[in-house]
């Protein structure tokens, strides 16, 4: 008889991937964070992610010198892009020579001031608003 373990609940929330040679981040949020670090992996790893400067730098330093992981989660899913562009702020992921994050202005400014006081409360960052 096979007994099958059970599947982890997927996490919801945001990741990073971080360059630790030049210390640049790429932020991004979702329903199954795991999951879609895998893509990013393998996509990176074949030659094929979207984001061209990422991609480049991960060819330029190589994979040993990126770092994949959960930065937030178990939050609520329609909130993720809100709490994801709070993060690009934190880290200044959205400056060229910081981070990999394209500006993203699809965010509603009403469900981003409500993550940002959110993140405020539990002490995660002082967020400019």
Same mark, same amino acid.
Not at 37 to 45: A, I, P, S, Y
């Given at each position: 008889m096979t007994v099958e373990k059970p599947k982890a609940k997927p996490i919801c929330g945001i990741y990073m991937i971080k360059c630790v040679t030049n210390d640049k981040a790429y932020i991004g949020s979702s329903n199954d964070v795991m999951r879609r %670090?895998?893509?990013?992996?393998?996509? %990176?790893?074949n030659g094929s992610h979207n984001n061209l400067l990422l991609q480049h730098e991960y060819k330029k330093y190589g994979a040993d010198n990126f770092v994949f992981k959960v930065i937030d989660q178990n939050l609520p899913e329609e909130m993720l892009l809100a709490y994801e562009k709070c993060y690009m702020y934190k880290y200044d992921s959205m400056v060229k020579y910081k981070g990999y994050n394209h500006i993203n202005s699809t965010v509603n400014h009403k469900q981003f001031k409500e993550a940002y006081l959110k993140l405020k409360e539990r002490g995660v960052f002082p967020c400019i608003v």
């Open positions: %670090l895998k893509t990013h992996r393998r996509e %990176l790893n």
